[in-house]
Nanobody, 127 residues
Framework: QVQLVESGGGLVQAGGSLRLSCAASGLTFSSYTMGWFRQAPGKEREFVAG????????YYPDSVKGRFTISRDNAKNTVYLQMNSLKPEDTAVYYC????????????????????WGQGTQVTVSS
């Protein structure tokens, strides 16, 4: 079965950096567009980065653009999220996910359009 396992979360001071990893198994990773989301307590799950399967084009909301970088290593079946200049408002549980359809070039912003999810990793940014 499909498994996504996130790692790399932790506690960091404002202005610091973290690199999250998401290791995938049970699917042809290279043919799936991937996304990173986050969810803070009492808030909806929010899209923070996406990467297309075909050409590794990347997408970010304005809230993280210029600070976060998504990348993928298809040889390792892993997607990464490099987070720099972290702010207290970045505190959340971070999830990776695959879109529902193989070979889809569409990078959705809505969580309901993603099919497989990891268990999440906590990121806490102290002020």
């Amino acid at each position: 079965q499909v498994q996504l396992v996130e790692s790399g979360g932790g506690l960091v001071q404002a202005g610091g950096s973290l690199r999250l990893s998401c290791a995938a198994s049970g699917l042809t990773f290279s043919s799936y567009t991937m996304g990173w989301f986050r969810q803070a307590p009492g808030k909806e799950r929010e899209f923070v980065a996406g990467i297309r399967w075909s050409d590794s084009s990347t997408y970010y909301p304005d809230s993280v653009k210029g600070r976060f970088t998504i990348s993928r290593d298809n040889a390792k079946n892993t997607v990464y999220l490099q987070m720099n200049s972290l702010k207290p408002e970045d505190t959340a549980v971070y999830y990776c996910a695959t879109v529902s359809t193989q070979y889809s070039s569409y990078v959705p912003l809505m969580p309901r359009l993603y099919k497989y999810w990891g268990q999440g990793t906590q990121v806490t940014v102290s002020s």
